[in-house]
């Protein structure tokens, strides 16, 4: 199983790191995904790394801002996100894909406010 932690309360251009680790499997040969659920809106996919590490992919809104990495020893994906913006709060979630099944990690919450 997957599991997001280092959410927490920031302030706005501030920073946090988010880790996904692989709970009893190894994430090496899988690709991961962060998204976020915001209050009242549809959960939506703000970056991706392949398993390789060579692709990666953010949407326009934290473009410029967030960065994705893993590292392989750690058995973890994380996201580094910087310049915070309130908009930015959400519940952030990793998900890795096997055989068509999706695998969710519990999601850790960010809040960004003063």
């Known amino acids: 199983q997957l599991q997001a932690s280092g959410g927490g309360l920031v302030q706005p251009g501030g920073y946090l790191r988010l880790s996904c680790i692989g709970s009893g499997f190894s994430l090496e040969h899988y690709a991961i995904g962060w998204f976020r659920q915001a209050p009242g809106k549809e959960r939506e996919v703000i970056a991706c790394i392949s398993n390789s590490g060579d692709r990666v992919y953010f949407s326009d809104s934290v473009k410029g801002r967030f960065t994705i990495s893993r590292d392989y020893a750690k058995n973890t994906v994380f996201l580094q996100m910087d310049s915070l913006k309130p908009e930015d709060t959400a519940v952030y979630y990793c998900?890795?894909?096997?055989?068509?099944?999706?695998?969710w990690g519990q999601g850790t919450e960010v809040t960004v406010s003063s």
């Open positions: 998900k890795t894909r096997n055989f068509g099944v999706d695998y």
